[in-house]
């Protein structure tokens, strides 16, 4: 049973950056895919990131693209999301999410393991 754990949420205005960080119990990180998903109020979870085991690959939603940058540190057992140029409309809480098979996989929301969130909150 693998266990995640976000960092690095918070408050920021319009244009500004956040990076989160995902860390995870399992020292094998390198067996899964993983990638980051958010809500916002109303709303249905979205597909947000995510990086194929050896971080060869990178998928983002077309909202995100060319703003957010999804990575991963195996030997650290951790993965991040570098936020920057944030929107109102990125506010949301943020899972992080890891799945034993791919990172396509995890495009369609698939995932074993999920974390418990963190708040990112961007004002105008």
């Known amino acids: 049973q693998v266990q995640l754990v976000e960092s690095g949420g918070g408050w920021v205005q319009a244009g500004g950056s956040l990076r989160l960080s995902c860390a995870a119990s399992?020292?094998?990180?390198?067996?899964?895919?993983m990638g980051w998903f958010r809500q916002a109020p109303g709303k249905e979870r979205e597909f947000v990131a995510s990086?194929?085991?050896?971080?060869?690959?990178?998928f983002y939603d077309d909202s995100v693209k060319g703003r957010f940058t999804i990575s991963r540190d195996n030997a650290k057992n951790t993965m991040y999301l570098q936020m920057n140029s944030l929107k109102p409309e990125d506010t949301a809480i943020y899972y992080c999410?890891?799945?034993?098979?791919?990172?396509?996989?995890?495009?369609?929301?698939?995932?074993?393991?999920w974390g418990q969130g963190t708040q990112v909150t961007v004002s105008s």
């Open positions: 990086i194929s085991r050896t971080g060869a690959n990178e």
């Open positions: 999410a890891a799945d034993a098979k791919t990172s396509i996989d995890l495009m369609s929301g698939v995932a074993e393991y």
């Open positions: 399992d020292r094998t990180l390198i067996n899964y895919a």
